[in-house]
């Protein structure tokens, strides 16, 4: 199944978020930083992080050594570039930008941290699996998987704005997910535990850091 395709949607994205979901995409993914990114991670992939307004402040936690930003789309990988130049130039030595899904990974790159923010949610529970099983070897028994995504609505009002979510980029970027799958069983199938999970905005996203099981 191919990828989805957010180049249409990418000079605007930013902005239809902000609109529809205020702060709070960002908040979720700020707090996975804050609390999950390791004490020393040299090595990090960021994959799907389609803009990238997140990428300076994880450059500027002091934590994170190279990072590898893999993005799907062309148009949000170089928007992502160009957030980085305008913002925190010094940066850019530490970042290398790829284009291409998880299939671009070269087979001997392993990472310590894995950063995965509203990606997962993108696609049908068999496609979440498979992406996760190929993931996986390109961690170690110590990789910590920072997540932020939509949390499993509770209310009638997260239910219909989910709803509305994914009939919208079903049209205009090709995914193929209809519902939220289920995000935290798919991890720990991977045999992954929780080391903390928290929702924001009265359940809507969630925040999570997830390592291998003893």
């Known amino acids: 199944m191919p990828a989805p395709d957010f180049d249409s949607v990418a000079r605007y ?14 908040a979720a993914q700020r707090l996975a930083l804050a609390r999950g990114l390791p004490d020393e991670a040299a090595r990090v992939l960021f994959i799907g992080g389609g803009t990238g307004r997140v990428l300076p402040e994880l450059l500027q936690a002091g934590r994170a050594g190279q990072v590898l ?17 305008a913002t925190a130039p010094e940066l850019l030595a530490r970042v290398e930008f790829r284009h291409g899904t998880e299939a671009a990974l070269r087979p001997d790159e392993q990472f310590d941290a894995v950063l995965a923010f509203f990606l997962f949610d993108l696609f049908p529970a068999p496609e979440l699996h498979a992406l ?9 028994a110590r990789t910590r998987w920072l997540v932020a995504d939509f949390a499993p609505p509770r209310q009638s009002w997260q239910r219909g704005l989910q709803w509305l979510m994914y009939r919208f980029f079903g049209l205009t970027s090709g995914v193929a997910g209809r ?15 929780p080391q903390w999970q928290q929702r924001l905005s009265g359940g809507l996203v969630e925040a999570s850091a997830w390592e291998a099981g003893a």
């Open 69 to 85: 930003y893999l993005e799907a789309s062309a148009e949000m990988l170089a928007r992502a570039a160009q957030h980085l130049a």
């Open 179 to 193: 519902q939220l799958p289920d995000i935290a069983g798919a991890l720990a199938r991977l045999g992954l535990r």
């Open 132 to 140: 996760l099983q190929r993931l996986q070897p390109h961690t170690h």
């Open 13 to 26: 994205y930013d902005a239809l978020a902000g609109l529809v979901f205020g702060p709070r995409l960002l």
